[in-house]
């Protein structure tokens, strides 16, 4: 682990907007195939944290690297699926199928030069298999349940063949069947197509079995090495005022 390059490498980034610090000396790196958790209470900077990640927004100072590259030299911005927050809230009437929406995930890859080939056929049909939606492919969007939307959403990130996947809170609104078909599909990922995956969550309780570190950023970042080690973790949440149950609620159904 020690010797590989991370995928992200996070030094000192700090992020202040109108004169509110939001993120304060953040360093943190992420490695290839490992699946980590960022949790942490509301308005404490973790969609903010992500949009730095992907370009979206700059720090104020710190640096990022990803793959080994200074973000602004980095172009492989397919090799990073990423799910946003509400991303599957959409309007019921809105005119796409599920197959339009997957497709989509295939359009970063694509110049006005290059049509829609026998390869993202594959990759489409490889992403809606993987998540299990290929049979609703052609239903509407916004017919689905939000437990199918979910997974139709994630199909669109898996189509451009990411390394890693970055989901930012994708359980709001999802009743517990579904999340759990979800969880199971994404250690899947994980385990078997060695995926990276950040999970941004305030449900560890249920995946601490499956990931490999958990990070706490409540504007600074606290990272956990062994999330079933609870009690550490315990009492950095309580100290970051996130529920601590949440944390130990889980513990005793495995
Ligand atoms: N571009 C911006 N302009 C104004 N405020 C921002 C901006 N980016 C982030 N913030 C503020 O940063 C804080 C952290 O927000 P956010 O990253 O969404 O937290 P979380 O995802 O952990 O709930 C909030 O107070 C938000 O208002
Ligand atoms: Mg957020």
New binding site residues.
């Given amino acids: 682990m020690k010797f590989k390059i991370p995928i992200f490498d996070i030094k000192n980034l700090n992020?202040s907007?109108?004169g509110?610090k939001?993120?304060s000396n953040i360093s943190l790196e992420i490695f290839s195939s490992e699946y980590i958790a960022i949790i942490?209470?509301?308005?404490?900077?973790?969609?903010?944290?992500?949009?730095m990640l992907l370009g979206l927004?700059k720090p104020t100072s710190g640096e990022i690297k990803i793959f080994g590259k200074k973000l602004n030299d980095f172009k492989e911005w397919y090799k990073i699926g990423f799910v946003p927050?509400r991303a599957s809230h959409v309007d019921s009437s809105f005119p796409a199928t599920v197959l339009d929406i997957v497709k989509m995930g295939r359009s970063s890859q694509k110049t006005i030069f290059s049509s829609f080939g026998e390869q993202d056929r594959a990759l489409v049909h490889d992403a809606m298999v993987k998540m299990d939606v290929l049979d609703l492919k052609d239903k509407m969007i916004g017919t689905l349940s939000g437990g199918q939307r979910q997974r139709v959403m994630i199909a669109r990130a898996l189509a451009s063949k990411p390394e890693i996947l970055i989901l930012?809170?994708p359980n709001t609104g999802v009743d517990m069947a579904s999340q759990k078909r979800f969880y199971a599909l994404l250690r899947t990922l994980n385990q078997e197509e060695k995926i990276t995956i950040v999970f941004?969550t305030h449900d560890v309780g249920v995946i601490a079995d499956d990931i490999a570190r958990l990070f706490t950023?409540?504007q600074k970042a606290i990272i956990c090495n062994n999330p079933k080690q609870t009690l550490s973790c315990e009492e950095m949440s309580t100290l970051y005022g996130i529920d601590a149950h949440l944390l130990h609620n889980h513990k005793h159904e495995h």
């Fill in positions: 992020f907007v109108k509110q939001v993120l942490g209470p509301n308005g404490g900077g973790k969609t903010t944290l992500i949009r927004e927050q930012d809170e941004i950023i409540n």
